[in-house]
């Protein structure tokens, strides 16, 4: 049977009485050599070394047991009991506790080798800590999402059952099911990507190619929804701007903000997206006129699995802009957010990687 890490302890310890019996003998070794030495280049008036021995050892061996216990006092209190505090802050982060912390009672003045090892253990558990918070919330976060569409196709299947009901409403079950199904496979595609990107998994491929088509392209794609939706779409792409970067994973990040701006605006409302060239970047925004966010919402807004409408009453799984986010970042671009409640949204990306115009022609 192996033996649980939390069981788990030292075979020889730095401290023990035998430690102490193997610097006495070390000690005394080391002084007797030292006196012999010292007295053989003397005149010695009391005979020679040999007939002095018994005193010298008597000296040795005095002298050894004080220097010796000088040393484990000195050792026990810088050595020993601050290892002791930082084996059981260990043995309670290997038993899962991550919130144990090392006290520090030093003066940052004098720090030594030991106190960096103390800070460094309570860095170490605070990351542990906030990687075991993050862990808690997706674990209870894809629970959620996936238990509610789940929900949907188990509840409209048992309905579909019965074989009394109308064509319009089997119709209707069979909808609802392949939506909650749509749903469903947008959620593991989206963790799959997120957690590539999290991952370096998906290296940048840099190519050049013009952003003003692009960002086009994907627009077009949105024509049918727009319409659907009643949302006006107002353009203002400065032309030529190229850039050397991914095109596919830049694709992900347009898809991602247009999406979002829709979900977010009502029936009626506006989007905007422009292209810009400031200096030596491509400034991309794209703005809508929906239900906007808090402050504190925006602080959050990139954050996996958050969402700032908490009655989910817009259909999403909070991992749109994180993946941008990532996206952004792996790129090397810059991304933000300006909001006002009740008057609209603006993300702003800002793509350093940009093409010079003598580059272009």
């Known amino acids: ?13 730095l401290f023990s009485i035998k430690s102490y019996i193997f610097y006495f003998l070390i000690i005394a070794s080391a002084i007797t050599c030292c006196i012999l030495l010292f007295l053989n280049h003397l005149e010695v008036e009391y005979g020679s070394v040999y007939e002095s021995g018994k005193l010298t050892a008597m000296n040795v061996i005095l002298i050894s047991l004080i220097v010796t216990v000088l040393d484990g006092i000195y050792r026990k209190i810088t050595l020993e009991y601050p290892m002791k505090r930082i ?17 520090l009672s030093h003066n940052y003045d004098s720090t030594n080798e030991l106190d960096v090892l103390t800070e460094n253990f309570n860095r170490i558990a605070e990351e542990l800590s906030s990687v075991e918070t993050l862990r808690t919330d997706f674990v209870s976060n894809v629970s959620h999402e996936i238990k509610t ?26 909808g609802a099911i392949v939506d909650a199904c749509r749903r469903l496979t947008g959620l593991i595609t989206n963790i799959l990507k997120l957690n590539k990107l999290e991952n370096q998994q998906i290296f940048p491929e840099a190519r050049e190619f013009d952003l003003n088509t692009q960002l086009s392209e994907c627009m077009i794609r949105l024509d049918d929804v727009l319409e659907r939706m009643d949302l006006d779409l107002e353009t ?7 850039v050397k970067s991914d095109e596919e994973l830049l694709e992900l990040v347009w898809n991602n903000l247009l999406s979002n701006a829709i979900k977010f605006t009502q ?10 060239r400031e200096e030596t970047a491509a400034v991309i925004k794209i703005s809508d006129t929906g239900c906007g966010i808090s402050s504190d919402v925006g602080k959050r807004i990139f954050e996996k699995f958050y969402q700032g409408d908490s009655s989910h009453a817009t259909q999403g799984n909070g991992l749109g802009l994180a993946l941008v986010k990532r996206v952004v970042d792996i ?24 093409l010079a115009e003598a580059q272009q022609h």
């Not at 049977?1 to 310890?13: D, F, G, N, Q």
């Not at 569409?149 to 064509?167: C, E, F, G, H, K």
């Not at 203002?236 to 190229?242: I, M, Q, S, T, Y």
């Open 236 to 242: 203002d792409l400065e032309e030529r701007v190229k």
């Open 87 to 103: 084996l059981k802050a260990s043995q309670k982060m290997i038993e899962g506790d991550f919130s144990v912390r090392i006290p």
């Open 267 to 276: 029936p009626g409302g506006k989007i905007k997206v422009s292209l810009k």
């Open 331 to 354: 790129i090397g671009g810059d991304i933000s957010v300006e909001s006002k409640l009740g008057e609209g949204t603006t993300f702003t990306v800002r793509l350093k990687n940009i």
């Open 1 to 13: 049977m192996k033996e649980k890490p939390a069981e788990l302890s030292y075979k020889r310890s």
């Open 149 to 174: 569409p789940l929900s949907v196709i188990q509840n409209y299947a048992a309905l579909l059952q019965d074989t009394d009901i109308p064509d319009e409403n089997k119709r209707e079950y069979a």
